[in-house]
Nanobody, 120 residues
Framework: QVQLMESGGGTVQAGGSLRLSCAAS????????MGWYRQSPGQQRELVAS???????QYAYSVKGRFTISRDNSKNTVYLQMNNLKPEDTAVYYC??????????????WGQGTQVTVSS
């Protein structure tokens, strides 16, 4: 029902920047938490950053001071500004929407993932 469109991934040199976007479409009333996870080969998926609809944010310790999450509730879109990227940031990044309220019920939704590669 809820569809996600991710964009912004790519390949950059260490120290560079990327901006990820994730837009949700559908008959959405509200989204409690919007966030980004990432996963490298052989590793568990980990939370990178999340933002509650009321503004509270959460960041992985490894990205604090470098990444910034934001959301536009009117557009049902979440962004991740990634600055001073490091090779260890290389991963597939997944958009996640937690407690998406629709006329049909409340759901959790995941994006298909977008590759971020940082070269040294």
């Amino acid at each position: 029902q809820v569809q996600l469109m991710e964009s912004g991934g790519g390949t950059v040199q260490a120290g560079g920047s990327l901006r990820l976007s994730c837009a949700a479409s559908g008959s959405i009333f509200s989204i409690a938490v919007m966030g980004w996870y990432r996963q490298s080969p052989g590793q568990q998926r980990e939370l990178v950053a999340s933002m509650h609809k009321l503004g509270r944010t959460q960041y992985a310790y490894s990205v604090k001071g470098r990444f910034t999450i934001s959301r536009d509730n009117s557009k049902n879109t979440v962004y991740l500004q990634m600055n001073n990227l490091k090779p260890e940031d290389t991963a597939v990044y997944y958009c996640n929407l937690d407690r998406v309220a629709t006329q049909e019920g409340v759901f959790d939704s995941w994006g298909q993932g977008t590759q971020v590669t940082v070269s040294s």
